[in-house]
């Protein structure tokens, strides 16, 4: 206690009865004290008491949530390892299909370029078609016309070979004829007239001789063969009957 603040006192009754007053009002703040304390004390065990409870829950929630803490950091662990391995089995698998990608890219080009080698072909084909259906039907037209030239040129054949065959015989019997009037002549006067039958003969076997010395042609080129000629003035099949008259042994031959 500081010694300016205790007052000054005239006598020892004063002082005494100053100390008492002041002893007095100390105890009673010891008793309030004391009882605070008391309470304070129970309080502070209720506390202490309560507080030990909620940490032993605390300590239990904390080794129920270490416990748990392990088995979440153990699920991630696997989840990690399984989210790897998937990770690197997608990736392998987008890997293969973007290889597959590549692969079926390719393919599809190489498929558009062979299309398109097929319709360029099938252009080709298709124009080269029409260029032989053109060249087949010329070539139809012209074996058409070769069939009916080859037809009509075996016809005169035939025909030529027959009447090769009828101017044989005609040869043959102006042969005969001439060796006949050879043998007349003789029997018969040198001074006949001029239309006598060995003039006829003689007409006779000309023709016959013109007619073996001319080509073989055919219809449409150049001149025809007057035994070939249903018109010709000369012989026709061996006997015509032409602008000039025929003598009397051509009658007898063509009879």
Same mark, same amino acid.
């Given at each position: 206690?500081d010694?300016?603040?205790?007052? +000054? ?13 002041? =002893?007095?009002?100390? %105890? ?16 502070s065990?209720?506390l ?11 300590e239990?929630?904390l ?7 392990q088995r979440?950091?153990s699920?991630?662990?696997?989840l ?23 692969? &079926?890219?390719?393919?599809?080009? /190489?498929? /558009?370029?062979?299309v #398109? ?9 298709e124009?080269? +078609?029409?260029?032989?259906i ?7 037209g ?10 009509f ?6 025909? +030529? ?8 015989r005609? %040869?043959?019997?102006? #042969? ?13 006067d ?6 006598s039958?060995t003039l006829?003969?003689d %007409?006779l076997d ?6 073996? =010395?001319?080509?073989? &042609?055919?219809?449409?080129k150049?001149?025809? /063969?007057p035994?070939?000629?249903? +018109? =010709? ?7 015509? /009957? ?9 009658k007898?031959?063509?009879s």
């Amino acid at each position: 206690m500081d010694t300016e603040m205790i007052p +000054k006192f005239t006598s020892k009754d004063e002082e005494i009865d100053y100390w008492k007053a002041l =002893s007095l009002t100390y %105890k009673k703040s010891y008793h309030e004290a004391q009882e605070e304390l008391l309470e304070f004390q129970e309080g502070s065990r209720e506390l202490e008491a309560e507080l030990e409870a909620q940490l032993g829950q605390a300590e239990h929630r904390l080794r129920d949530l270490h416990t748990e803490n392990q088995r979440l950091k153990s699920e991630l662990d696997n989840l990690k390892e399984k989210l790897e391995q998937q990770y690197a089995q997608s990736y392998k698998q987008v890997s293969m299909l973007e290889d597959d990608l590549g692969q &079926t890219r390719g393919i599809k080009e /190489h498929l /558009h370029k062979y299309v #398109r080698e097929l319709e360029q072909a099938n252009d080709d084909l298709e124009r080269a +078609k029409r260029a032989t259906i053109v060249s087949l039907e010329d070539f139809e037209g012209r074996l058409n016309q070769a069939i009916e030239r080859n037809a009509f040129l075996e016809g005169e054949l035939d025909e +030529k070979e027959n009447l090769l065959e009828s101017v044989q015989r005609l %040869k043959d019997e102006a #042969r005969d004829l001439r060796q006949e009037m050879a043998v007349r002549e003789r029997t018969t006067d040198r001074l006949s007239a001029p239309s006598s039958p060995t003039l006829d003969i003689d %007409k006779l076997d000309s023709a016959v001789q013109a007619s073996l =010395s001319l080509p073989a &042609t055919p219809v449409g080129k150049g001149m025809e /063969h007057p035994f070939l000629n249903p +018109k =010709s003035s000369v012989l026709t099949n061996g006997c015509g /009957h032409g602008s000039s008259p025929l003598t009397p042994i051509s009658k007898n031959l063509c009879s």
